[in-house]
């Protein structure tokens, strides 16, 4: 049995493999597992991503979805699958996956990818789905291009909070409310891009994790007494959500592993995960996130599985980096 060494992670973690998956999800499970040295595993969620995608390049879709950047997600495990076995059908489904993002998807005049087929919207959500595997694949401008159209559309700063969805069409913001959780992935997908294995110019670097820094912080001020965060942000009156600390916490431990953030910020990454680990039940869910499959009310749901063990990989490696001095 695959093991992560850590008897609550091992729960979350078979959970987590009894659960069915939407594609980002899918692709998460894939970064989870490399991120927690698992590579043998990652190839067969690989694998099955390679099988569900569609003509058109999108990875792990089923016939009829239409998300067009979720799929994206999954790149990053293809291409570990591509690298480690040899195999050229993997290449050639990175390479489709790619192709799809950087020519084809639905896009505004400005390049900044739509969420969806069918509505021309721009979602929190796609920085995660999208900038790490650009970044990743040698595609910096592209990356830094999404996050600044992004950014452009739905970053408030007044308040550094992102809302949730901007319609393109409109002209004006379709869900204005600050969702905890978009702005997670806003903020994890900017940490996942600046990995060391991702090339960027140094100054550009510098500029988004100065602007990581800076939404940590703004997300921090709604936190609540139980070390969580209301579901929308600034609405205390919505549920008590354990994901948002999830991708905090993974955002904050994968900056100081990664020399951006100071080492002041270990400890706080720590205690989110902590805050979100008292949610796990006995059979190894994360309980009280906004939950699958429409993120409306609190439940459970595999991409919160999978950030719990992110999370679990990144507090690692920030007290490695911080015992090498």
Same mark, same amino acid.
């Given at each position: ?141 592209? $990356? =830094?291009?999404? &996050?600044? *159209?992004?950014? /452009? ?9 992102? #809302? +949730? ?110 805050? $979100? =680990?008292?949610? &796990?039940? *006995?059979?190894? /869910? ?9 993120? #409306? +009310? ?28």
């Amino acid at each position: 049995m695959w093991t992560t060494g850590d008897a609550t992670a091992d729960r979350v973690l078979l959970a987590l493999l009894t659960m069915q998956r939407e594609s980002w999800e899918q692709g998460i499970t894939g970064q989870a597992l490399l991120d927690l040295g698992l590579p043998e595993a990652a190839v067969l969620v690989a694998d099955a991503a390679v099988t569900r995608r569609r003509p058109d390049g999108r990875l792990g879709e089923w016939a009829g979805s239409v998300g067009a950047v979720n799929g994206a997600a999954c790149g990053e495990v293809v291409r570990h699958a591509a690298v480690a076995t040899g195999d050229p059908r993997y290449a050639a489904a990175l390479d489709a996956q790619l192709d799809w993002l950087a020519r084809r998807a639905p896009r505004a005049a400005d390049g900044t990818l739509f969420h969806l087929l069918d509505g021309r919207q721009v979602w929190a959500d796609t920085v995660y789905m999208t900038v790490p595997l650009l970044a990743l694949t040698g595609h910096t401008e592209l $990356a =830094a291009a999404q &996050v600044t *159209g992004h950014r /452009r559309r739905l970053h408030d700063p007044r308040t550094g909070l992102y #809302a +949730a969805r901007w319609d393109e069409d409109r002209g004006e913001l379709d869900r204005p409310e600050p969702w905890g959780t978009g702005n997670g992935w806003v903020v994890a997908g900017i940490a996942r891009a600046l990995r060391p294995a991702a090339v960027w110019p140094a100054g550009l670097r510098a500029e988004l994790a100065g602007h990581a820094e800076e939404m940590l912080t703004a997300c921090l001020a709604y936190r609540t007494d139980d070390g969580l965060f209301p579901d929308v942000l600034d609405d205390p009156g919505t549920f008590r959500e354990a994901n948002t600390a999830q991708l905090l916490g993974y955002a904050a431990l994968t900056g100081v592993a990664d020399g951006w953030l100071s080492r002041s910020w270990l400890d706080v990454g720590a205690d989110l995960l902590a805050a $979100a =680990a008292r949610r &796990v039940d *006995g059979p190894g /869910r994360v309980t009280g996130v906004s939950g699958a499959p429409d993120f #409306a +009310a609190p439940g459970t749901s595999p991409e919160a599985q999978a950030c719990h063990l992110l999370g679990h990989a990144a507090l690692r490696r920030a007290r490695d980096a911080v015992s090498a001095g």
